[in-house]
């Protein structure tokens, strides 16, 4: 089974700040269900990032998650960051302001991770979900640049959370994510040199069952604050469509017919 899940389909609104840039970041949204085994490809996209080495980071990052069900009540999900692509200002002296190009086959602060996940709710109750998942995982490769400068090129991450989702009888599906990220032995990702650090993600995602376009689009208003408890705060709020439909997994199955 493959499926192609993408939050930030047409996007009307975003807003977002930091106390150090303004931020606009698009953001993948997992459910909080135990599936069977299948592969999601993802994009995240995002404006004015602030790295060590680069401020004013526009670009995007794909990647993979592939999920393994072990019963009923648990599962292991692989997630792979294969591309970044975008354009940044370099902050080093010589060169300070310079727009360059950053690319790579890795993500920013996406690692690559193995992740066990575990359902607390019961497989017949609908109305809501919960899920507790813990991952460990290390940066897959390094990001360059047109100054032939690697970014990212170490690094560690230990992490664990929450995810929830709960549908409501005016037919408003809300999904919640809260994960606490250690980032250990990193190189060139936060503001300062600082190489060890938490970061804290959560993100409130509200879209509606009852409202759609072709049965595969919902509306949809997101909020996200993604920090490191100090300096590095970014928050932003937008709205846009939804798409929830397993579309390739509809074109194998008329293949297979």
């Known amino acids: 089974m493959l499926s192609i899940k993408k939050i930030i389909t047409t996007s009307v609104l975003a807003a977002s ?3 150090n840039a303004f931020a606009i970041e698009g ?3 997992q459910d909080a269900q135990i599936h069977k085994f299948n592969l999601t490809v993802y994009g995240d996209h995002f404006k004015d990032k602030l790295l060590e080495e680069v401020k004013n980071f526009d670009g995007h990052t794909y990647g993979a998650i592939l999920n393994v ?3 009923k009540y648990n599962q292991i999900q692989v997630n792979y960051p ?3 692509e975008g354009h940044a200002n370099s902050s080093k002296a010589e060169v300070y302001n310079q727009r360059i190009k950053v690319h790579g086959a890795g993500g ?3 690692f690559a991770t193995v992740r066990l996940d575990h359902k607390f709710t019961s497989q017949e109750n609908k109305d809501y979900s919960i899920i507790g998942f813990g991952e460990i995982g290390q940066r897959p490769n390094y990001l360059n640049n047109d100054l032939h400068d690697r970014i990212n ?3 560690r991450i230990i992490a664990g959370g929450v995810r929830a989702e709960k549908n409501f009888d005016n037919g408003i599906h809300a999904l919640g994510n809260f994960t606490l990220d250690y980032y250990n032995d990193t190189d060139d990702l936060i503001y300062s040199d600082k190489v060890n650090f938490f970061m804290g993600d959560l993100d409130i995602l ?4 009852n409202l759609n376009l072709l049965s595969i689009l919902h509306p949809y208003v997101e909020f996200r604050a993604f920090a490191d408890f100090d300096k590095y705060n970014t928050f932003y709020a937008e709205a846009g469509l939804l798409l929830i439909s397993l579309i390739l997994t509809y074109l194998l199955d008329i293949l297979r017919a």
């Open 17 to 19: 700040f930091t106390l």
């Open 27 to 29: 953001y993948f949204t």
């Open 69 to 71: 069900p072990i019963n």
């Open 82 to 84: 294969f591309r970044t």
């Open 108 to 110: 920013v602060f996406q």
């Open 153 to 155: 090129h170490r690094g």
């Open 206 to 209: 509200l879209a509606h069952n």
